[in-house]
């Protein structure tokens, strides 16, 4: 008879789960036993890690004494453990809790004909506390006020911006210096312009509620071809080969820019909650930096963990009282001029343009 008797190094009580009667099992948030073969004890739903913990699961035998055969184990949707007659205990090691979010536990165990599946989820918050920065005025630039600013980038000594709202979503090429637009390409009245970035010669900008983009030619403007994707459209940066996206969560999805699929996805948090309403992004110097919507705090983000580094407070740069609608004229708008190493932000509707450097 296999007895499991197993620990785990979290926070959290056991729960009592429901069970049933028959001869297979669904996988949910919680226990559903047809053969009321085993219990799990830990983890409770929601148990708290921290990223490069270890888990340790405790599972005891439910109603009479049965012979299990075998039970697996799976973390994170990946198997991780057989256990057999006999085994009694298996860690999941810490080089699996290497990203934040919410993950997956799950026992399935066997007896002769009959399968039993236990499926619980834990959050993995980060394992640092965020630093928070300030930051310096180098400069500033005239910016129209009339931009309502949802995707920026620097290159070749130009800024390119897009634009939101309805009837007033545009794609521009901006003088840096100046603030005058040299070129622009207004969308269809119907879409509301959201992220841009620039990949091998080519802009992509995505819109907000209408699952649809488009690529442009960026010497040109001219639409090369249209991309689809299946949440809303929020921000956009490029990651060294693949094109990362907001969708106003804390998830940010990792496209391939040629077929414009999604190949990975992260989960963004801090060592005490979820960090959502992620908007505008901008990759710099290994990291993913966004606006956090209706906020002045711009998240600096590990891309491969999903960790907030630090955070950076951006609260007095344009005053609330000077904005048309606090509300909706919120910082927004992050670009990068990798050369000079120069930090430009803006807001929506804001008057200026800001080259900053952070503060400690």
Same mark, same amino acid.
């Given at each position: 008879m296999l007895l499991l008797t197993w620990m785990i190094s979290c926070s959290g009580r056991p729960e009592k789960m429901s069970s049933g009667a028959g001869k297979t099992v669904a996988a949910t948030s919680g226990e559903v036993a047809s053969a009321r073969l085993i219990k799990m004890e830990f983890p409770a739903e929601n148990s708290e890690f921290r990223?490069?913990? &270890? %888990? /340790?699961? %405790?599972?005891?035998?439910?109603g009479d004494n049965r012979i299990i055969d075998s039970v697996k184990i799976y973390f994170d949707g990946k198997e991780v453990s057989t256990l057999n007659t006999g085994e009694t205990e298996f860690t999941v090691p810490p080089s699996l809790l290497m990203t934040t979010g919410r993950k997956s536990v799950k026992a399935v165990a066997f007896s002769n004909k009959a399968t039993q599946t236990i499926t619980r989820f834990v959050v993995v918050f980060s394992d640092i506390v965020p630093r928070k920065h300030g930051y310096k005025v180098v400069h500033s630039y005239y910016h129209d006020n009339d931009a309502f600013t949802q995707g920026l980038f620097f290159d070749g000594g130009l800024l390119y911006e897009g634009t939101g709202q309805e009837a007033g979503s545009s794609l521009r090429e901006v003088e840096l210096e100046t603030g005058k637009v040299l070129r622009q390409l207004n969308l269809d009245p119907s879409l509301f312009g959201e992220g841009i970035t620039l990949f091998n010669? /080519?802009?992509? &900008? %995505?819109? #907000? /509620? +209408? =699952?649809?983009?488009? %690529? $442009?030619? =960026? @010497?040109?403007?001219?639409?090369? =071809? /249209?991309? $689809?994707? &299946?949440t809303e459209g929020w921000g956009l940066a490029t990651v060294e080969k693949r094109i990362v996206m907001s969708d106003g969560s804390n998830v940010l999805y990792f496209f391939d820019p040629e077929m414009f699929n999604v190949v990975s996805r992260i989960e963004v948090y801090d060592n005490e909650k979820k960090v959502d309403q992620l908007n505008e992004l901008e990759y710099i110097?290994?990291?993913? #930096? @966004? +606006?956090i919507w209706q906020s002045d705090l711009i998240a600096r983000i590990d891309p491969v963990s999903g960790r907030v580094n630090s955070y950076i407070d951006l609260s007095s740069l344009f005053p609330e009282s000077e904005r048309r609608e606090f509300s909706a004229d919120v910082l927004n708008g992050i670009a990068y001029d990798a050369a000079g190493k120069r930090i430009f932000v803006t807001g929506k509707r804001w008057p200026k343009l800001y080259e900053i450097s952070i503060t400690e």
């Open positions: 990223l490069n913990d &270890q %888990v /340790r699961i %405790v599972i005891s035998p439910e010669g /080519r802009i992509f &900008q %995505v819109t #907000w /509620r +209408n =699952k649809v983009g488009f %690529v $442009y030619d =960026k @010497a040109s403007f001219s639409v090369i =071809k /249209r991309i $689809y994707f &299946q110097n290994g990291e993913i #930096w @966004a +606006n």
